[in-house]
């Protein structure tokens, strides 16, 4: 049971570690990596589901006759382009962001935001 | 017990220890290279698990374009993470109730690495027998990603594009636009 399942319990810790990042830190970009490390976690609960015990990479050869199944590694392989371009467009608006606020931090922006309302 | 269970075991408990330095750590220099060293690890775990397509571009792509873009932010923005965080308490109990959920969840899920699990009998034993006569290269996964599920592989570059366009859009010179 806990040999079976520890892989994805691991997942579980790390989604839920970059979720907390990603709720509780102010700063932009650390919100950035902690969506991130949540990602790159459910790509390892993708491969840890794709893996066959005894079995080996699927590239074809005449040795083996298991194979580990290739469809969630072209999922994933998709989903980390995916994932880096989306990164690469989220720096971009942070800094944006620097550029108008002078700062990263959601709260400052935030203070900024209230006293531009009162003035 | 089988070394590479080990190795697995390993690796995903100094996962884990690179990201509670994550969390811990207050200079935005060291959190973006310490995300580069939790992308390599985890370029690790995938070749002992058989992806070695998947370990190799989360190496290079993973941890290295987002580890480039990332310094490049900071290079931007400036490297010290300055007001301190948000309450603590609430986003704890969030992720607890999360996790529990999601931990209930994998009870159901079938054991690492069994065969007999139902992602191994849809529709991947068909790929494995087939592909040699339908298309004919022994990497299973490029025959997958090019031919089977091209669509998915043409999506992906529309996401490419778009992002990129937004990121030229919103990086590009406003200069002009100002001054009118």
Redesign the interface.
């Known amino acids: 049971?806990i040999?079976?399942?520890?892989?994805?319990?691991?997942v579980?810790?790390?989604?839920?570690?970059?979720?907390?990042?990603v709720?509780?830190?102010?700063?932009l970009?650390?919100k950035?990596?902690g969506l991130?490390?949540f990602q790159?976690s459910v790509?390892?609960l993708f491969?840890?589901?794709?893996?066959?015990?005894?079995?080996?990479?699927?590239?074809?050869?005449e040795e083996a006759s298991?194979?580990?199944?290739?469809?969630?590694?072209?999922?994933?392989?998709?989903a980390?382009?995916?994932?880096?371009?989306?990164?690469?467009?989220g720096?971009?608006?942070?800094?944006?962001i620097?550029r108008a606020y002078g700062?990263?931090?959601e709260?400052?922006i935030h203070e900024q935001d209230e006293t531009q309302d009162e003035a | 017990m089988d070394i590479a269970?080990l190795v697995?075991?390993s690796l995903?408990?100094l996962?884990?220890l690179v990201?509670?330095v994550?969390?811990r750590l207050k200079s935005?220099l060291g959190?973006?290279l310490t995300?580069g060293i939790?992308?390599l690890l985890?370029a690790g775990?995938?070749v002992t698990?058989?992806?070695?397509?998947?370990a190799f571009?989360?190496a290079a792509?993973?941890a290295g374009?987002?580890t480039v873009?990332?310094l490049?932010?900071?290079a931007?923005?400036?490297m010290e993470?300055?007001?301190?965080?948000?309450g603590?308490f609430l986003?704890?109990v969030?992720?607890?109730i999360?996790?529990a959920a999601?931990?209930y969840g994998?009870?159901d899920?079938p054991?690492?690495?069994?065969?007999k699990?139902p992602?191994?009998t849809h529709?991947?034993p068909h790929?494995?027998t087939e592909?040699?006569n339908e298309i004919g290269i022994?990497?299973?996964?490029t025959s997958?990603?090019a031919s089977y599920?091209g669509y998915?592989?043409l999506?992906?570059v529309i996401?490419?594009f778009?992002?990129?366009i937004?990121?030229l859009l919103?990086?590009g010179k406003t200069v002009g636009k100002r001054n009118k």
């Open positions: 049971m040999a079976g399942h520890f892989n994805y319990w691991v579980i810790v790390l989604m839920m570690m970059g979720f907390y990042i709720v509780s830190d102010s700063n970009i650390k950035i990596i991130n490390v790159t790509f390892v491969i840890s589901m794709s893996k066959v015990k005894g079995g080996t990479a699927p590239i074809l050869t298991l194979y580990s199944n290739p469809l969630p590694h072209v999922l994933i392989l998709t980390i382009v995916v994932g880096v371009s989306t990164s690469a467009l720096l971009a608006l942070i800094s944006r620097h700062t990263v931090d709260t400052l | 269970i697995n075991f995903l408990t996962m884990m990201v509670v994550l969390i935005l959190v973006a995300n939790y992308s985890s775990l995938f698990m058989d992806a070695v397509d998947v571009t989360e792509v993973g374009i987002t873009l990332l490049g932010t900071i931007v923005t400036g993470q300055t007001v301190s965080r948000h603590k986003p704890l969030v992720i607890f999360t996790g999601l931990i994998t009870l899920m054991p690492f690495g069994d065969p699990a992602i191994h529709v991947a790929y494995l592909s040699t022994p990497n299973v996964v997958v990603l599920r998915d592989t999506g992906e996401v490419i778009t992002a990129a937004g990121v919103l990086l």
